[in-house]
């Protein structure tokens, strides 16, 4: 049985120091922005390599801090565009309509499942004020017409980095450090997942950092002086304590997801699957392997009878869910096709070669 994710086996690689950090911070009675959030922002800072971190209660959180603060610095106002891919999951949607702004939706390209970076520019207007791009899959999103596009424009470069911890890109900087913010998620299966909710903002913008942190903490900065209408979004310390802990075997564990999927890119052969193309190694943290097969719901069921478990991400694109009805006559062929083809299989730091092999041998078995 090779199961799509074992958190159990995950957060057991690094076990003892997690239960010590745990037991620390639960018999020093201190639980909440304390020193174990100090800590953990200035590691994480240092390596994502931007000035400031912000913890924050989850990813998308994360997001809607972000625009929210630029709403409050007057960057940006409720009916402003925001270009972002069509092939996301839906949060990276909702930190833009949370804050009524409008996501303004551009096609992924079919080989490396990223944002075309060929289409940005034709969807930018008069009202558009940021290009919001995921590392999608743990994929570096970033190219080097993105950033020349910003400043010819004017825009804020906003990173969905939610499933990148730890990627570089082309220039050699970690995702999360590329953009003028960027928004992570902790959540217990990312590559740095928390033991619960989790997630932070990351920027080079002191105004920016502070308006974040101020929001998160409803909207105070001083004690009982409030001058935004915040809300509670805030990383507990027994979180940030695991994080950190977690965050100092990041690249190791990345390393093993690297291993995995190189394992994958050398032997899947079956002629019914494609893969998304193979990124220079530093350019890809594996949070997901994404195949497309064109069978795909008939593969999922054999390798389940076969005792390997997949997921899908994301079975239905954003701009064809119920919450956004205003935009489902809308089409994205190329979002619409991988949201039908996609099959995820299992990657993670806690599973072996063996285990890769197995997978790797039923996929090319399949008829
Ligand atoms: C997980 C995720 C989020 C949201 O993070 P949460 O911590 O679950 O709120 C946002 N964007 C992307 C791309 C994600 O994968």
Known sequence: ?????????????????IQEAVARVVSGGWYLQGS????????????????YTVGCANGLDALILIFRAYIEMGVMAPGDEVIVPANTFVATILAITENGLVPVMVEPRMDTLEIDDSLIEAAISSRTKAICIVHLYGRNAYTEKIGPLCRKYGLKLVEDNAQAHGCIALDGRRTGSLGDA?????????????????????????????????????????????????RNSRLDEIQAAVLDVKLSHLDDDNLRRKEIAAFY???????????P??????????????????????????LKDNGIGTVIHY???????????????????????IADHELSLPISPSMTLEEAAEVVKRINAFE
């Open 36 to 51: 174990e959030n100090e800590k953990f922002e200035e590691d994480y800072s240092r390596f994502i390599g931007s000035k």
């Open 277 to 302: 193309v193979r990124l220079a190694g530093e350019n890809n943290v594996y949070h997901i392997f994404p195949i497309l097969a064109s069978r795909r719901d008939e593969l999922q069921k054999y």
């Open 182 to 230: 960027a928004g992570h998620s902790f959540y217990p299966g990312k590559n740095l997942g928390a033991l619960g909710d989790g997630g932070a903002v990351t920027t080079n913008d002191p105004s920016l950092a502070e308006a974040v942190r101020s929001l998160a903490n409803y909207g105070s900065s001083k004690k009982y002086v409030f001058k935004y209408c915040g």
């Open 315 to 337: 079975p239905i694109p954003p701009h064809k869910q119920e919450c956004y009805k205003q935009w489902n006559g809308l089409s994205y062929p190329v979002t619409e096709y």
């Open 1 to 17: 049985m090779i199961p799509f994710l074992s958190l159990k086996d995950v957060t057991s690689l690094h076990g003892e120091e």
């Open 265 to 275: 890119y050398d032997n899947i052969s079956n002629p019914a699957i494609s893969l």
